[in-house]
């Protein structure tokens, strides 16, 4: 059984600072890893996808794999109190479904 | 929402009766999943699909049927809904092992 572990949190930071949200993933099999941002009462949004060891950015994000340790991290420069919200990790491999950790609530506090 | 909608968006039903969602996409893809949010429990897959009725079980099938007669609708049935069947239930499309969109979710009550 694939599982996906993350802190629940809450994570606190101030405005202005790193949020460094970290995942942890059971199986050698998944080769799709993917951040989710969820606000509370909507619907996850994808915000980052990695496929490859390293790291990848866009924007204010990055995101980092590390298949040998089973490690997925996401970076968050700059935090904005508009970055508040869940961050769900998931991991995945082409023709298998997902799995999704249970999701770190991050604080940006202004 | 990368054109999905679900309805209804907020339900409210009693024990015992059959309630079915809908989810629709205008993008064409080839996969659709219904998954079931819960507090504690994150994200859970219930169903999904790869194609024209082609449907497979996903981690907490039991209590749930699916059909998809076309590409674009993928139908979600409680059969005779139960108190642990409240939840939210989102509707994603996706490509199989790559990303997955997520449509608005249903609130489901089940008194």
């Known amino acids: 059984q694939k599982e996906v572990e993350q802190n629940s949190g809450p994570l606190s930071v101030p405005e202005g600072a790193i949020a460094s949200l970290n995942c942890t993933y059971s199986?050698?099999?998944?080769?799709?890893f993917f951040w989710y941002r969820q606000y509370s009462g909507k619907s996850p949004e994808l915000i980052m996808s990695?496929?490859?060891?390293g790291d990848k950015e866009d924007g204010r994000f990055t995101a980092q794999l590390n298949k040998a340790s089973q490690y997925v991290s996401l970076l968050i420069r700059d935090s904005q109190p508009s970055d508040s919200a869940t961050y769900l990790c998931?991991?995945?491999?082409?023709?298998?479904?997902?799995?999704f950790g249970p999701g770190t609530r991050l604080s940006v506090l202004p | 929402d990368a054109g999905i909608t679900q309805s209804p968006r907020h339900k409210v039903t009693e024990t015992g009766t059959p309630v079915t969602l809908r989810c629709h996409q205008t993008?064409?893809?080839?996969?659709m999943y219904w998954y079931r949010q819960d507090p504690g429990h994150g994200l859970r897959l219930i169903h999904y699909?790869?194609?024209?009725?082609?449907?497979d079980k996903g981690e907490v099938s039991d209590g749930y049927s699916v059909s998809r007669s076309k590409t674009e609708d993928f139908l979600l049935t409680l059969e005779s809904a139960t108190s642990s069947q409240t939840s939210v239930y989102f509707c994603?499309?996706?490509?199989?092992?790559?990303?997955?969109?997520f449509g608005p979710g249903t609130r489901l009550t089940v008194t």
């Open positions: 998931a991991g995945g491999n082409y023709g298998q479904n997902f799995v």
């Open positions: 699909s790869y194609g024209v009725k082609d449907t």
């Open positions: 994603a499309i996706g490509a199989g092992g790559y990303e997955q969109y």
């Open positions: 993008e064409n893809h080839r996969y």
């Open positions: 199986d050698r099999v998944s080769q799709s």
């Open positions: 990695i496929y490859s060891n």
